[in-house]
């Protein structure tokens, strides 16, 4: 799980700064082990969260997630950082966070995930950017499942280009193997004007992220190919 290997850089590299509160998963047994292991306590609903009054929730779990309690958590007054960044797609949500976090103070921070380049994406907006799009591809059997599949097998022999279309669009398809294209688009051009292609590659053991903006600027070319560190392909 995401959560453990957070929670354990936190507790092996931060400890000095942070310490955990509690952990919360709404499958309760895994958060018993996790809380067990790391000698924390175990909350049991958002409330409780919300209860500890923590400095921070980190969130690693999913968009559903996210859309359920992030308005809550900023309301209370409490930062939040989220890693499923596809939730943020939603324009509806985004104004509602928004608004939570102008009423409270509270700030919902973004993590980058498997790419970088944030600094550059976001000045380059302000300088002429014309056009961004990322092209990320990743094994048939990270992308098996998907719902822009509808029930589709991936070929095991043969690279093949599964999607093409806006931010929003790849993520709607794609909801467990894209937040980065939403984390680019925020940066960039917004989730409808930022373009995003997904490959799948037989045998290919990295997520592999190409990323191009064009504008007044030139040219910029940013590629990441990071191994996955969950399971072999996701």
């Known amino acids: 799980m995401l959560g453990s290997i957070i929670a354990d850089g936190i507790n092996d590299k931060l400890v000095k700064h942070y310490e955990i509160s509690a952990v919360y998963d709404r499958q309760q047994f895994q958060a018993e082990k996790l809380a067990e292991r790391l000698g924390v306590k175990r909350a049991l609903s958002l409330e409780e969260i919300i209860a500890y009054k923590p400095a921070y929730v980190i969130e690693a779990a999913s968009k559903e997630v996210v859309e359920s309690m992030a308005c809550d958590i900023l309301k209370a007054g409490i930062d939040m950082i989220i890693l499923s960044v596809g939730a943020l797609a939603d324009g509806r949500l985004m104004e509602r966070i928004n608004q939570a976090g102008s009423e409270s103070e509270a700030k919902l921070y973004v993590a ?27 094994n048939p059997h990270s992308l098996n499942g998907a719902p822009y599949l509808d029930g589709k097998e991936l070929p095991e022999h043969q690279e093949q280009l599964v999607f093409k279309g806006s931010s929003r669009e790849a993520i709607a398809g794609f909801p467990k193997n894209v937040n980065v294209a939403v984390s680019m688009a925020l940066a960039t051009l917004g989730v409808d004007e930022t373009r995003v292609k997904i490959s799948s590659c037989p045998g290919l053991e990295t997520n592999i992220h190409d990323i191009r903006l064009n504008g007044d600027f030139g040219t910029i070319e940013i590629k990441v190919a990071v191994k996955p560190s969950i399971t072999r392909f996701k």
Request: proline share 0%; charged share 20%; hydrophobic share 40%.
């Open 112 to 138: 980058s995930g498997a790419i970088g380049g944030f600094d550059l994406m976001r000045a380059v907006r302000f300088g002429g950017l014309g056009d961004a799009e990322i092209h990320t591809t990743k």
